[in-house]
């Protein structure tokens, strides 16, 4: 996917921006998203699809573009 792509995919799943979303509606997205993240790698694994590197595994992220989070960025210390 371009960034262009991922940015109308996401502006669709959330109906907008997610700066005027609540922070309940944040939460709400948050916990779907993961649900539907870990359900997708359960199945990726289950098909032998899913790829390692040593003892890790790599989450299929097809695009080059991301976005730096609090879980990303460096030097951060929480």
Do not use: W
Request: charged fraction near 25%; hydrophobic fraction near 35%; charge should be negative.
């Amino acid at each position: 996917m371009t960034k262009q792509e991922l940015i109308e995919a996401a502006y669709e799943m959330t109906g907008g921006n997610v700066k005027d979303l609540t922070l309940e509606h944040l939460q709400k997205l948050m916990t779907v998203t993961q649900f539907v993240t870990d359900l997708c790698l359960n199945e990726i694994e289950e098909r032998g699809d899913l790829t390692f590197l040593g003892d890790m595994p790599i989450v299929p992220y097809q695009c080059d573009h991301s976005v730096q989070t609090i879980l990303t960025r460096k030097g951060r210390n929480p």
